[in-house]
């Protein structure tokens, strides 16, 4: 028999050295491409995804100020953080994929994992560009914002929708542009270049979250700008503020009307 969708995902979740992570990601969604998995849901999925020893987890308020300007030890913090957020973010799209699939179907699954796979190879990139400059992942600490943010929302994939793609990766939208532009200004063009790989694959990220978050919505005769922000409401904690970047939010099919009274 051929392994389960589930037992897969479970499997890649629960794999905490970060390139292992990144192969055994890459062949979950190899496999489920290729057909090589049956679509079943036979285990659970864990509350909280195995983490390798380093880097060191403190809360959001606890991470020292990273230096500004343009000295190293300020260019490898900027790259360990945005290494941070693409290694998280490879959990938080298998736990999509296996926490809400049998819910969702085939198409939601497939969507997902194409996700992972995508974070798994910006997260490849980013660990090489930090070994390129002496470093490497783990070397300093990091928050653990992002999944506090997952778990939260593990019982309702609508709510896990509107605060992950559609909130939390939309912001990555938003900030990336300026950071492309300090990196380059810095003579970094491998790093913008980088930059803009993650941007372009994040605009179709995005897009995934609002298409299958509008489809709920509409099964229910509900609007989704009304549900999306009620949702995050209740779930984020933080405030909605610019620079927006609005074509990029338009591309991913969040137009301005979804922030309407929330900014």
Request: overall charge neutral.
């Amino acid at each position: 028999m051929p392994p389960t969708v589930a037992s897969a995902i479970q499997a890649a979740l629960l794999t905490g050295d970060p390139r292992a992570k990144v192969m055994a990601t890459r062949k979950v969604a190899r496999d489920w491409r290729q057909g090589r998995m049956e679509f079943a849901f036979d285990c659970a999925m864990p509350d909280q995804p195995a983490r390798p020893a380093h880097p060191e987890l403190l809360p959001p308020a606890q991470m020292p100020r990273r230096s500004k300007g343009g000295s190293q030890r300020g260019r490898i913090a900027l790259w360990h953080s945005v290494a941070h957020i693409e290694f998280v973010a490879i959990d938080l799209a298998l736990d999509m994929a296996g926490r809400f699939g049998a819910e969702m179907g085939r198409d939601f699954v497939s969507d997902f994992l194409w996700v992972a796979a995508d974070e798994a190879m910006h997260f490849a990139l980013l660990d090489r560009k930090l070994r390129t400059m002496g470093s490497y992942y783990g070397a300093l600490p990091a928050h653990d914002g992002l999944w506090q943010a997952a778990h939260e929302t593990r019982h309702d994939v609508a709510a896990r929708l509107a605060i992950v793609p559609m909130m939390l990766e939309a912001r990555g939208l938003d900030v990336t542009p300026a950071m492309t532009d300090r990196v380059r200004a810095l003579g970094d063009e491998n790093g913008a270049r980088i930059l803009e790989r993650i941007l372009d694959d994040e605009i179709r990220h995005v897009r995934f979250g609002t298409k299958h978050f509008g489809e709920l919505c509409r099964t229910n005769d509900e609007s989704p700008q009304e549900i999306w922000q009620i949702l995050v409401r209740k779930h984020f904690h933080g405030a909605l503020k610019p620079p927006f970047n609005d074509s990029a939010r338009a591309a991913a099919g969040l137009s301005r009307d979804f922030r309407a009274g929330i900014v």
